[in-house]
């Protein structure tokens, strides 16, 4: 079956600092893989996708690149701020299954002013 | 367009009660999904209804069900409450029926507290 398995939290860092989230993840077909964030008291919202192997999807800031030949699909911004502390989800999606995604355990960053 | 939208957003119940929880999708979104979350055991799915329909299930026991509208409002019910059935309860709908590389869009959910 598919799995997702993100890098352990919770994470902090310092406003400006450079953040990484490692994802990795098992497949039987050729999933489309996303990152979501979960801000307190709300539903998950798409961050970010990228549907075949060496695209890179970014947003507000944050990119990831998918990378079939290491099964990875790592978070990534160059300088984060107060506001970007969220809760982080890795995720695929493997056809016909949309509406089924597979999910990762969730990264916490804390960003620390 | 309006998101997804779930009611009610906080629920208390006691051991052995039922529960249904109600759903409306993205309008012209077809797919719903419910989804678990937990501390300990992070995002589950529980099933996925697309055109009155159920697609998918995940491996939750037969006290949790579910059921979809023909205007893709969807409801999710649980019997028997127990204790561990403490979550936040997440719907998500989905634009397509097999655009599987479109994202889902989560409401907020509905934080239910079973004592």
């Known amino acids: 079956g598919n799995s997702v398995t993100q890098m352990e939290g919770p994470v902090t860092l310092s406003e400006e600092a450079f953040l990484t989230i490692n994802c990795t993840y098992t497949?039987?077909?050729?999933?489309?893989l996303f990152w979501y964030v979960q801000y307190p008291g709300e539903g998950l919202q798409l961050l970010l996708k990228?549907?075949?192997?060496?695209d890179k999807g970014s947003n507000k800031g944050f990119e990831a690149t998918y990378r079939k030949e290491t099964t990875s699909f790592h978070l990534e911004k160059g300088s984060v701020q107060v506001s970007d502390s969220a809760v982080y989800f890795c995720?695929?999606?493997?056809?016909?299954?949309?509406?089924?995604?597979?999910f990762g355990d969730g990264t916490t960053l804390t960003v620390k002013p | 367009k309006a998101g997804v939208t779930q009611t009610p957003r906080y629920l208390i119940k006691t051991r052995g009660q039922q529960v249904t929880l109600s759903c409306s999708p993205i309008?012209?979104?077809?797919?719903v999904s419910w989804y678990q979350q937990t501390p300990g055991q992070g995002l589950q799915f529980l099933f996925e209804?697309?055109?009155?329909?159920?697609?998918n299930k995940g491996n939750f026991p037969g006290r949790f069900s579910g059921r979809q509208f023909s205007n893709s409002r969807s409801e999710m019910n649980v019997s028997t409450l127990e204790l561990g059935d403490s979550a936040l309860y997440l719907c998500?709908?989905?634009?397509?029926?097999?655009?599987?590389?479109?994202?889902?869009?989560f409401g907020n959910g509905t934080r239910l507290t079973v004592t």
């Open positions: 995720a695929l999606s493997d056809r016909p299954n949309a509406g089924k995604s597979t």
């Open positions: 497949a039987t077909g050729y999933p489309s």
């Open positions: 990228a549907t075949k192997a060496d």
């Open positions: 309008s012209g979104h077809r797919s």
């Open positions: 209804y697309f055109s009155e329909t159920q697609r």
């Open positions: 998500a709908s989905h634009g397509g029926s097999s655009s599987y590389n479109s994202p889902l869009h």
